[in-house]
T-cell receptor, first 114, second 115 residues
Framework: NAGVMQNPRHLVRRRGQEARLRCSPM?????VYWYRQLPEEGLKFMVY????????ESGMPKERFSAEFPKEGPSILRIQQVVRGDSAAYFC????????????FGEGSWLTVV | AQSVTQLDSQVPVFEEAPVELRCNYS??????LFWYVQYPNQGLQLLLK??????LVKGINGFEAEFNKSQTSFHLRKPSVHISDTAEYFC?????????????FGQGTELSVKP
């Protein structure tokens, strides 16, 4: 049973370019979460999605960041016009969504903005 | 608002010694509590979780944690550590109303086990 799959694992972008990070949840999971880990910091919640719905985006920066989880295909975290401060590890997690249910993390996507 | 404080950013310890990683939380509602481990350049792996019931929770790799409601703490312990336990450890609390997978993480504790 494959775990949470993220790609790319490493991504380098120049300032002003767009970054797209993809996440396929575990089989049977319909809830996806994105977290960001800045250097030397803990993980910060960004957004919580179900298929075709954004449930909670309270942790998303107001500009340049967007997320989707379409009916078919992986969840996408999109960062437009990247800046150096966007350099971080972005982790996707998935769960069945039950209260207290374990969430499973992917291996992360490391974005470096040069 | 909920928050998690991990009291030690780095914990060096010798192999086979006991270790305790401290975690305190604040919340006005009941919460679920978690400990995750992160090895270098990898994702997070769940060590253990407290949802309800017995306050002493046993997890993988010989780790255990005790939920103390009066102290609002959830410290992680292992009686004898191995070199392979060297990693970053994160304490987390579930979001308000125990929302699915929305977790609030502490800053992390870097455990360094020396031979």
């Amino acid at each position: 049973n494959a775990g949470v799959m993220q790609n790319p694992r490493h991504l380098v972008r120049r300032r002003g370019q767009e970054a797209r990070l993809r996440c396929s949840p575990m089989k049977g999971h319909s809830h996806v979460y994105w977290y960001r880990q800045l250097p030397e910091e803990g993980l910060k919640f960004m957004v919580y999605l179900q298929k075709e719905n954004i449930i909670d985006e309270s942790g998303m920066p107001k500009e340049r960041f967007s997320a989707e989880f379409p009916k078919e295909g992986p969840s996408i975290l999109r960062i437009q016009q990247v800046v150096r401060g966007d350099s971080a590890a972005y982790f996707c997690a998935s769960s069945r969504g039950d209260s207290g249910n374990t969430i499973y993390f992917g291996e992360g996507s490391w974005l470096t903005v040069v | 608002a909920q928050s998690v404080t991990q009291l030690d950013s780095q914990v060096p310890v010798f192999e086979e010694a006991p270790v305790e990683l401290r975690c305190n939380y604040s919340s006005s509602v009941s919460v679920y509590l978690f400990w995750y481990v992160q090895y270098p350049n990898q994702g997070l792996q769940l060590l253990l979780k407290y949802l309800s019931g017995s306050t002493l929770v046993k997890g993988i790799n010989g780790f255990e944690a005790e939920f103390n409601k009066s102290q609002t703490s959830f410290h992680l312990r292992k009686p004898s550590v191995h070199i392979s336990d060297t990693a970053e450890y994160f304490c987390a609390v579930s979001g308000p109303y125990n929302q699915g997978g929305k977790l609030i993480f502490g800053q992390g504790t870097e455990l360094s086990v020396k031979p």
